[in-house]
């Protein structure tokens, strides 16, 4: 079966500083894409990253960066220069490539501190 | 370009009550995915529907929940005699094609009385 573990339910952060969320999944497949949607007080669900398995160079979208170990089955996201407005719940997910359902982990919910 | 439309944002329902959820795909977006999401939880994989076609409905409770996605209009979540366990956030997503990037709608908050 395939799972998403995020081991830290909350975590805090200093305004203008780094953070790392962690998360680690659990599949047999080779082919699969990774993703860390963002979900704000508003409750909306905002794709921050996405990641293809395949891909060794890890992605990369302004101040957000990923750290994909393949063989470790880990997939941490790197928020750098934190702003008031990165507070939010923050679900790490992934989705096979044969498969539909995104399978979610259970959330991080970042504070940031002014 | 407008995103995933979902209507109502926020639905109050009695007990025994039927509660509708609508969700607009994104435009070309001919995939659709229901989610729930319970209080303090991830979210979780419902159904997945193409054109007037259900596909996966794994995660779907066998009764009183259903979901059809016709060839006109927007794709509808339906749950009949709703009972306070259904309150939850429901979001629809939306793909281009299968397995690729799902786009999330703002949710649909039930709250069942």
């Known amino acids: 079966a395939q799972t998403v573990t995020q081991s830290q339910p909350e975590m805090s952060v200093q305004e203008a500083e780094t953070v790392t969320l962690s998360c680690t999944y659990d599949?047999?497949?080779?082919?699969?894409?990774l993703f860390w949607y963002k979900q704000p007080p508003s409750r909306q669900m905002i794709l921050v990253i996405r990641?293809?398995?395949?891909?060794?160079q890890n992605a990369t979208e302004n101040r957000f960066s990923v750290n994909f170990q393949k063989a470790a089955k880990s997939f941490s996201l790197k928020i750098s220069d934190s702003q008031l407005g990165d507070a939010a719940m923050y679900f790490c997910?992934?989705?096979?490539?044969?498969?539909?359902?995104?399978?979610f982990g259970k959330g991080t919910r970042l504070h940031i501190l002014p | 370009n407008a995103g995933v439309m979902q209507n109502p944002r926020h639905l109050v329902r009695r007990r025994g009550q039927e509660a509708r959820l609508r969700c607009s795909p994104m435009?070309?977006?001919?995939?659709v995915y229901w989610y729930r999401q319970l209080p303090e939880e991830g979210l979780k994989f419902m159904v997945y529907?193409?054109?007037?076609?259900?596909?996966?409905e794994s995660g779907m409770p066998k009764e009183r929940f259903s979901a059809e996605f016709p060839k006109e209009g927007p794709s509808i979540l339906r749950i009949q005699q709703v009972v306070r366990g259904d309150s939850a956030a429901y979001f629809c997503?939306?793909?281009?094609?299968?397995?690729?990037?799902?786009?999330f709608g703002p949710g649909t908050r039930l709250l069942v009385l």
């Open positions: 997503a939306s793909s281009l094609v299968n397995r690729e990037t799902q786009y």
């Open positions: 599949t047999s497949e080779s082919d699969y894409y």
């Open positions: 990641q293809e398995a395949y891909k060794q």
């Open positions: 997910a992934s989705l096979l490539n044969r498969d539909d359902k995104i399978i």
């Open positions: 435009k070309g977006h001919s995939h």
């Open positions: 529907l193409q054109k007037e076609n259900i596909i996966d």
